[in-house]
Every structure is written in structure tokens, then in C-alpha cells.
């Protein structure tokens, strides 16, 4: 009997670990060629992504580069079965200057594109954005402080009928009004939907142009949601600290 009994118990660990084998196989399969979950740590991208989003970001809207693979190896250079994401997508990529960092913001210029900023209104290829008055953002203060806020809100529509919301803290801030930036071949422009309160391509020397290499994937869905400074471990304040409203919100 002791021996059938130990033969039964190996039978089942070795069973168990195949399971869990298995599992990390599928797991490692999916975050590398579909899906792979991020969280948005800063308001660059209010109000249209918050400080406490959870989403799921597709691996295969682009192709894939060697920074769709875990620890990304460089294995190879370029994109397979490339497709260039589109303006107005929201993209999470590699940053240029430190190709360790995920940064995630809104394709703005494509390559040959000119961008540029003339007090606080965005131009593509000399032509101003149209851009609608909306309600003022009240909410967490997408400007730097730990406070609510009420800030200047609008509508943004791009060429390609792309609409969005933006943010404005302040009447010409620092990059309200820049010079005009061309888009290289086979690079892209990011922008924060938070205009004054975002790091992206207007600041050639953090971001500068992003090249199609470095984009990860596409924004989909948020899958998760927790109040800023709240922690998504600490279950028991779900109640009142997850944003219930945004879970499984699609990304625009």
C-alpha cells in the first residue's frame, strides 16, 4: 500500500508542475504575440487615460519587433508583418533614449509629417487642428498638484476624423507654441492628450521621434481601475477606491 500511495503522490506533482508549465507557456504566448497588461503611472495622458488605469495593450496591431519579446532580445532588427499604426492611435513604445522605458501616448505625425504648436492649437502640415470648446475637467489635478482642479477642456479633431479629448492648464505653457518638427521616414510623433503636463516628441532632447521599431502595441481596453494614490493590492478598499465606471472601457 506505502508504495502505490507514494506512486500516486509522484504521479500527481509531476502532473501539477506540467499543468503549471503548461499555463507559463500559454501565458509567455500570449503576452508576446496578443496581449500584454500596462499601467499608467502618470497624468500624460488625461483625461482620456487616468494615474491608476489598468489596459490591455495588443501585440499585434503593429507586427511585432524585438521589443514584442519578453526581455526583448535583440534577435532581430525591423518589424514582422509591420502594419503602421494610424493617426490618432494610442501606442505604447519604447523610449528612444532609453529603449529600457515604456512610454504610452497619441500618434500624432506620421512620417513626412510638420507639426507644430502655435499658441496652445495644434497644426499638421500647416493646417490648424479643429479644436471645440468643451466643459472644464474637474477632477484630479492633471496638472502636478495632489488636488481637484478645474481645467480648460477640448475637442480636438484630426484630419482623418480621429476625435479626442485635451487638456489645458495654462494659456501658453512651455511648449504652446514650438517649431515646426518634420517627421523622419519610418518615425512618429507623440503627443500627451495632457498638452501642458506631458513629456513626448516636442522635446527632442527626452523623446524626440519615435521610430516604428519602438512601438510595443496599441491601447485596447482597460481591464482595471483604482483612484490615484490608491493600491490595487489592497482589495479591501475596492468598494470606494476602484473607478468601477472605466473597467472594460474601450481606448480611444
Same mark, same amino acid.
Given at each position: 500500500?506505502?508504495?502505490? *500511495?507514494?506512486?500516486?503522490?509522484?504521479?500527481?506533482?509531476?502532473?501539477?508542475?506540467?499543468?503549471?508549465?503548461?499555463?507559463?507557456?500559454?501565458?509567455?504566448?500570449?503576452?508576446?504575440?496578443?496581449?500584454?497588461?500596462?499601467?499608467?503611472?502618470?497624468?500624460?495622458?488625461?483625461?482620456?487615460?487616468?494615474?491608476?488605469? @489598468?489596459?490591455?495593450?495588443?501585440?499585434?496591431?503593429?507586427?511585432?519587433?524585438? @521589443?514584442?519579446?519578453? =526581455?526583448?532580445?535583440?534577435?532581430?532588427?525591423?518589424?514582422?508583418?509591420?502594419?503602421?499604426?494610424?493617426?490618432?492611435?494610442?501606442?505604447?513604445?519604447?523610449?528612444?533614449?532609453?529603449?529600457?522605458?515604456?512610454? $504610452?501616448?497619441?500618434? $500624432?505625425?506620421?512620417?513626412?509629417?510638420?507639426?507644430?504648436?502655435?499658441?496652445? =492649437?495644434?497644426?499638421?502640415?500647416?493646417?490648424?487642428?479643429?479644436?471645440?470648446?468643451? #466643459?472644464?475637467? $474637474?477632477?484630479?489635478?492633471? /496638472?502636478? *498638484?495632489?488636488?481637484?482642479?478645474?481645467?480648460?477642456?477640448?475637442?480636438?479633431?484630426?484630419?482623418?476624423?480621429?476625435?479626442?479629448?485635451?487638456?489645458? /492648464?495654462?494659456?501658453?505653457? &512651455? @511648449?504652446?507654441?514650438?517649431?515646426?518638427?518634420?517627421?523622419?521616414?519610418?518615425?512618429?510623433?507623440?503627443?500627451?492628450?495632457?498638452?501642458?503636463?506631458?513629456?513626448? *516628441?516636442?522635446?527632442? *532632447?527626452?523623446?524626440?521621434?519615435?521610430? &516604428?521599431?519602438?512601438?510595443?502595441?496599441?491601447?485596447?481596453?482597460?481591464?482595471?481601475?483604482?483612484?490615484?494614490?490608491?493600491?490595487?493590492?489592497?482589495?479591501?478598499?475596492?468598494?470606494?477606491?476602484?473607478?468601477?465606471?472605466?473597467?472594460? #472601457?474601450?481606448?480611444?
Amino acid at each position: 500500500m506505502s508504495v502505490t *500511495s507514494g506512486t500516486k503522490t509522484e504521479s500527481g506533482l509531476g502532473e501539477t508542475i506540467r499543468v503549471v508549465i503548461h499555463a507559463l507557456l500559454i501565458a509567455l504566448v500570449i503576452r508576446t504575440f496578443l496581449f500584454q497588461p500596462f499601467n499608467i503611472p502618470s497624468g500624460s495622458m488625461k483625461a482620456t487615460l487616468l494615474v491608476g488605469d @489598468y489596459l490591455f495593450v495588443s501585440k499585434y496591431s503593429y507586427g511585432y519587433s524585438h @521589443y514584442s519579446i519578453p =526581455l526583448s532580445p535583440p534577435l532581430f532588427s525591423g518589424r514582422i508583418f509591420g502594419s503602421e499604426p494610424a493617426r490618432g492611435d494610442i501606442v505604447v513604445f519604447r523610449l528612444p533614449k532609453d529603449d529600457t522605458t515604456d512610454y $504610452i501616448k497619441r500618434v $500624432i505625425g506620421l512620417p513626412g509629417d510638420r507639426i507644430q504648436m502655435k499658441e496652445g =492649437l495644434l497644426h499638421i502640415n500647416d493646417v490648424p487642428v479643429k479644436r471645440e470648446r468643451l #466643459s472644464d475637467f $474637474i477632477g484630479e489635478d492633471p /496638472c502636478g *498638484s495632489d488636488a481637484t482642479a478645474r481645467v480648460k477642456r477640448w475637442k480636438e479633431t484630426l484630419p482623418n476624423g480621429v476625435t479626442y479629448e485635451s487638456l489645458d /492648464c495654462v494659456d501658453n505653457g &512651455f @511648449y504652446d507654441n514650438t517649431n515646426v518638427y518634420t517627421v523622419p521616414a519610418g518615425h512618429f510623433f507623440m503627443m500627451g492628450d495632457n498638452r501642458d503636463n506631458s513629456t513626448d *516628441s516636442r522635446v527632442l *532632447s527626452a523623446v524626440g521621434y519615435v521610430p &516604428f521599431e519602438n512601438i510595443v502595441g496599441r491601447a485596447q481596453m482597460i481591464f482595471f481601475s483604482i483612484a490615484e494614490g490608491e493600491h490595487a493590492w489592497m482589495f479591501w478598499r475596492w468598494p470606494t477606491a476602484v473607478r468601477w465606471n472605466r473597467i472594460f #472601457s474601450i481606448v480611444r
